[in-house]
C-alpha cells in the first residue's frame, strides 16, 4: 500500500487530494502548521470512514520540522512513495511595498519548503527506486502576475525545480510533476468582493473559479499515470492557453 505526505493538507486544494487519495487507499499523513482544527476534524472523519491517516503539526519552511515530520511518517506507515508540496502562502502588494522580512517568508514557505521536502523524501526514493512527487504551484508561475510578484517568483521557482529534477530522478524511476492551478475557490479568496470573483469568471472562458476537488482528481491522475514527469499541468478553465 502507498504512502503520501501532503504539506498543507488540512484545508483548500490540500484537503481535497487527502479526501481523495484517502479514497484510493492511499495511507495518508497530513501535515498542518496552523489549521490544528481542521486537521483534527480531517483525520476523525476518514479515520471513522476506515482510512488510514495520521496528522503531524510542521513548519515545513524549517528542514528540522521537515526531519521530523518525514520521520514521523516512516514510523507509522514505512515507505513513502508519494509526496505532495501543497503548504504555501501568498501576499497581495506592489512591488515597490514589498519588505525583506515580505519576501523571505514567502519564498521560505512556498519554495525552501518543497527543496526540503522533496530533498529528504528522495533519499528513500531513490533507494527504492520509485516515487511520485507533485508540486502545487500556480498560474502566475507561468504568466506571473501584478502586485504578486513575491508569490509568481516562488511558484515560477517550484515549476523550474520540478523540470529539473525530473530529469536529474527519471533514472531512478521517480516522477516529478507539477500542477499549477489557475483561479481555484478556496480561503485564499476570502478577501475577493463578489465583484471581483463576476470580473474574474468573466475571463474564464470556463465562466467560472475551479473547485479543490477538480485540482485533486488532476493528482490523482499524476499518481496512477506511470509515463508523466517532468510537467507543468495548469488546470484553469481556458483562462490561460
Do not use: H
Amino acid at each position: 500500500m502507498s504512502t503520501a505526505i501532503i504539506t498543507g493538507g488540512a484545508k483548500g486544494i490540500g484537503r481535497a487530494i487527502v479526501e481523495e487519495f484517502a479514497q484510493m487507499g492511499i495511507n495518508v499523513v497530513i501535515n498542518y502548521n496552523k489549521s490544528e482544527q481542521e486537521a483534527q476534524n480531517l483525520k476523525k472523519d476518514l479515520t471513522q470512514k476506515g482510512n488510514k491517516v495520521e496528522i503531524y503539526k510542521a513548519d515545513v519552511s524549517k528542514r528540522e520540522e521537515v526531519q521530523k515530520l518525514i520521520a514521523f511518517a516512516k514510523e507509522k506507515f514505512g515507505e513513502i512513495d508519494i509526496l505532495v508540496n501543497n503548504a504555501g502562502i501568498d501576499k497581495w502588494q506592489l512591488f515597490t511595498d514589498i519588505t525583506d522580512k515580505d519576501w523571505d517568508e514567502l519564498i521560505s514557505c512556498n519554495l525552501n519548503s518543497v527543496f526540503y521536502m522533496t530533498q529528504e523524501v528522495v533519499k528513500d526514493m531513490i533507494k527504492y527506486k520509485k516515487g511520485c512527487i507533485i508540486n502545487i504551484s500556480s498560474i502566475w508561475g507561468i504568466t506571473g502576475a501584478s502586485c504578486e510578484v513575491a508569490y509568481s517568483v516562488s511558484k515560477a521557482g517550484i515549476d523550474g525545480l520540478t523540470k529539473a529534477l525530473a530529469k536529474e530522478l527519471g533514472p531512478s524511476g521517480i516522477r516529478v510533476n507539477s500542477i499549477a492551478p489557475g483561479a481555484i475557490m478556496t480561503d485564499m479568496n476570502n478577501d475577493c468582493t463578489k465583484e471581483e470573483i463576476e470580473e474574474i469568471n468573466n475571463q474564464i472562458p470556463l465562466g467560472r473559479f475551479g473547485m479543490p476537488e477538480e485540482i485533486a482528481k488532476c493528482a490523482k491522475w499524476l499518481v496512477e499515470d506511470t509515463y508523466t514527469t517532468g510537467q507543468i499541468i495548469s488546470p484553469n478553465g481556458g483562462w490561460v492557453i
